[in-house]
T-cell receptor
Framework: GEDVEQSLFLSVREGDSSVINCTYT??????LYWYKQEPGAGLQLLTY?????DMKQDQRLTVLLNKKDKHLSLRIADTQTGDSAIYFC??????????????FGQGTILTVHP | GAGVSQSPSNKVTEKGKDVELRCDPI?????LYWYRQSLGQGLEFLIYFQGNSAPDKSGLPSDRFSAERTGGSVSTLTIQRTQQEDSAVYLC??????????FGSGTRLTVV
């Protein structure tokens, strides 16, 4: 079945690294995504990783995927106050010939303190 | 257009009234999705359109909810006889492929 879980809250100091964790249950997931939602805004795609990869780096963002444990993490280096937002993990399960839909976690509220 | 456009951005309605929410996806995006985000909740999938295929309606919470997509472009989500538990932010997204969605800013629906 489809179930994506994240811890609800993370608080870090400005300049430190943040690590947001996510677990998923469906081993047929093909792509996994991280989205960011700032207050009053829609969701913004940050990065994605294909299920046959174990790491992807994009500037301050590092995504790690442990497919055996169905564990995904997002590391934000040198976290800034502007990184304060809700971060959603999502998995895509293919739907036959269709792109399939994304199943989202509950979101992790990241608070960055000066 | 440059992004996914949703209207209205805010809607207050009386319990029992019908509402229509509109989504204008990015031109050329074949897939269109509706999600609902309630206070303190994650994103709940509602319905998904892709090309000419039959829509995936598996997430619609009741038969009061329906959606259509005309001409493979604009979509309308209709909620009939609104209830207070329908209050939420309704998010639309479109996608050209597997590369993830582009979301609109959402419609905040308040049922009083």
């Amino acid at each position: 079945g489809e179930d994506v879980e994240q811890s609800l809250f993370l608080s870090v100091r400005e300049g430190d690294s943040s690590v947001i964790n996510c677990t998923y249950t469906d081993s047929s997931s093909t792509y996994l995504y991280w989205y960011k939602q700032e207050p009053g805004a829609g969701l913004q795609l940050l990065t994605y990783i294909f299920s046959n990869m174990d790491m992807k780096q994009d500037q301050r963002l590092t995504v790690l995927l442990n497919k055996k444990d169905k564990h995904l993490s997002l590391r934000i280096a040198d976290t800034q106050t502007g990184d304060s937002a809700i971060y959603f993990c999502a998995e895509r399960i293919p739907g036959g010939t269709s792109y399939g839909k994304l199943t989202f976690g509950q979101g992790t509220i990241l608070t960055v303190h000066p | 257009g440059a992004g996914v456009s949703q209207s209205p951005s805010n809607k207050v309605t009386e319990k029992g009234k019908d509402v229509e929410l509109r989504c204008d996806p990015i031109s050329g995006h074949t897939a269109l999705y509706w999600y609902r985000q309630s206070l303190g909740q994650g994103l709940e999938f509602l319905i998904y359109f892709q090309g000419n295929s039959a829509p995936d309606k598996s997430g619609l919470p009741s038969d009061r909810f329906s959606a259509e997509r005309t001409g493979g472009s604009v979509s309308t989500l209709t909620i009939q006889r609104t209830q207070q538990e329908d209050s939420a932010v309704y998010l639309c997204a479109s996608s050209p492929s597997w590369k993830g969605y582009t979301f609109g800013s959402g419609t905040r629906l308040t049922v009083v």
